[in-house]
C-alpha cells in the first residue's frame, strides 16, 4: 500500500519532539526472518538477492517521557480511555524515528479513533488512508493496518496500527468516522485481505473480482501473467531466470 498521499505539509522540524527517554530505554522486537528479496517460496527468484538471510526487527514499546507533544497526545488519550474503563484498549505506544504509532486493539478502533478525531485536546480531524502490512513471521498478528492521521488544528501527526491474525482478518471499518477510509480501506482488502466489517461497499478496488489471493501479502507468488504484445510473448517473471 501506499503511504500518506495529502497535499497539507509537514509539520516544521521544531514541531517535533525529539526523542529523550525512549531513546534511553530503546527495546526492539523480532518479527521473524526474511528470506530472499521478498520472503516468498514456490517461485524463481529473480532479484539476484535469493540468498539474503535477514531477521526482520522493529522497534518495541517505548516508555515515557516519550518527548515534546507526543506526551500530551498520550495524557489526553488515555485521560478518555480511563473515563470509559477502556485503558487496555491501547496495547503500546512505540515513539521511533520522530514518529508516534499507538497499537489499538482491534474491537476498540472505532472509538479510539472517533475519539482522536473529537476530542478537544486531539483533534485529529484527517485520515489520509490505511496502509495494510504483511509479517508472515509475527504469529498471531501477521496482517497489520496502519491508519494515519492529521491534526490539522495543532499541525500534529500520529498513526494508529491494528494488528489481526490471518486466518481471521477482520477489523472495524471506520469510513463513518474518516470518510477518506472508503477507497483505502477496499484497496487494503484487494491487496492484503483484510476485510473491514461495516464498510458500505467492501469489493476489489484494482484486480478484477475474480482474481485469486492478494497481490501485496508476502506470501503471494513472484510470477506474474503471462503478457502478449504486438505477436510477442513475455512470460512471467519467475520462468524468464533464476539464479
Not at 103 to 129: K, S, T, Y
Request: glycine share 10%; charged share 25%.
Amino acid at each position: 500500500m501506499t503511504e500518506e498521499n495529502s497535499n497539507v505539509p509537514a509539520p516544521p522540524d521544531s514541531a517535533v519532539p525529539e526523542e529523550s527517554g525512549a531513546r534511553s530505554s530503546r527495546r526492539v522486537e523480532s518479527r521473524g526472518t526474511r528470506r530472499g528479496m521478498f520472503g516468498v517460496s514456490g517461485s524463481g527468484d529473480t532479484s539476484g538477492y535469493g540468498g539474503l538471510v535477514k531477521q526482520t526487527i522493529f522497534p518495541g514499546a517505548s516508555q515515557r517521557p516519550y518527548g515534546g507533544w507526543y506526551d500530551e497526545v498520550a495524557d489526553a488519550l488515555e485521560a478518555r480511555l480511563r473515563a470509559t474503563d477502556l485503558v487496555a484498549a491501547v496495547e503500546k505506544v512505540v515513539a521511533d524515528r520522530g514518529e508516534i504509532t499507538f497499537h489499538v486493539r482491534r474491537d476498540d478502533l472505532p472509538f479510539v479513533a472517533q475519539m482522536f478525531r473529537d476530542d478537544e485536546n486531539l483533534r485529529f480531524e484527517f485520515c489520509a488512508g490505511v496502509s495494510g502490512v504483511h509479517y508472515p513471521g509475527d504469529t498471531g498478528r501477521e496482517l497489520h493496518a496502519v491508519y494515519h492521521l492529521l491534526s490539522m488544528t495543532y499541525n500534529r501527526r500520529v498513526r494508529l496500527e491494528v494488528s489481526v491474525p490471518d486466518a481471521d482478518p477482520h477489523i472495524p471499518s471506520i469510513v463513518s468516522i474518516y470518510p477518506t477510509n472508503d477507497w483505502h480501506e477496499r484497496e487494503t482488502y484487494d491487496m492484503y485481505g483484510i476485510v473491514f466489517d461495516g464498510h458500505p461497499a467492501l469489493t476489489r478496488i484494482l484486480m478484477p473480482d475474480d482474481w485469486p489471493g492478494h497481490p501485496q501479502r508476502k506470501d503471494y507468488p513472484l510470477g506474474g501473467i503471462p503478457v502478449e504484445y504486438k505477436g510477442g510473448t513475455i512470460p512471467p517473471p519467475d520462468q524468464r531466470r533464476s539464479y
